[in-house]
């Protein structure tokens, strides 16, 4: 079956070429598109009960790469481009999807510039939601690869930044939902809850 990986928060929020952003030439050598998806509720209770979390876990930034571009076809035979910047993040607890503690997985960090592409999207979190370092609580999609891609990685839905004893809704570059203030939830309330979501499972 196929999988669209370009999505922030899966079919809510699909990022097409063709449809929801604009490709424009800014200079001979680079082309740009500018992503524009479907924002929803990232409060703490809807990353919870998002339908499409495969992936639900607990994890420490390691490393970043390169942003590289890659490519996705649709069975209809349009394209899905984009370019994201690869993040190495370690699993410290998982609450779903199976990855085991100490497990390292590729999340993709989208939005940059590789091979000629530029990649501009406010609706994904910030770059700097992933400096080294930095503890996370991660709500994504499949782990896998596309076409294009060597390895696998999964695409997060929701994230939440550990900051002062509590994590704080980084899902979005520009503030929280609709304008409104980031949630934020005590770390020891979170993991209650994501424990709670663990035994469901």
Wanted: glycine share 8%; charged share 20%.
């Amino acid at each position: 079956m196929r999988r669209v990986i370009f999505s922030t928060l899966a079919a809510a929020a699909l990022v097409l070429a063709s449809a929801g952003c604009g490709s424009k030439p800014e200079t001979p050598q680079i082309r740009v598109i500018e992503a524009h998806a479907y924002r929803v509720d990232s409060s703490v209770e809807s990353a919870l009960g998002f339908f499409a979390n495969k992936h639900v876990f607990e994890g420490t930034v390691t490393a970043r790469g390169k942003d590289v571009r890659v490519i996705d076809w649709l069975p209809s035979g349009h394209a899905i481009e984009a370019v994201y910047t690869p993040v190495t993040v370690v699993i410290d607890r998982a609450y779903r999807g199976g990855l085991a503690a100490g497990t390292p997985v590729v999340v993709r960090s989208l939005g940059g510039e590789a091979d000629g592409l530029r990649y501009n999207n406010d609706e994904v979190p910030a770059k700097d939601t992933f400096t080294l370092g930095t503890r996370l609580v991660i709500f994504a999609s499949d782990y896998s690869a596309v076409e294009s891609e060597s390895v696998p990685a999964m695409t997060p839905h929701f994230v939440y930044r550990y900051s002062g004893g509590a994590f704080v809704d980084a899902t979005y570059t520009a503030g929280g939902f609709q304008g409104q203030a980031p949630d934020r939830i005590q770390e020891a309330d979170l993991r209650l809850k994501l424990s709670r979501l663990a035994s469901a499972s």
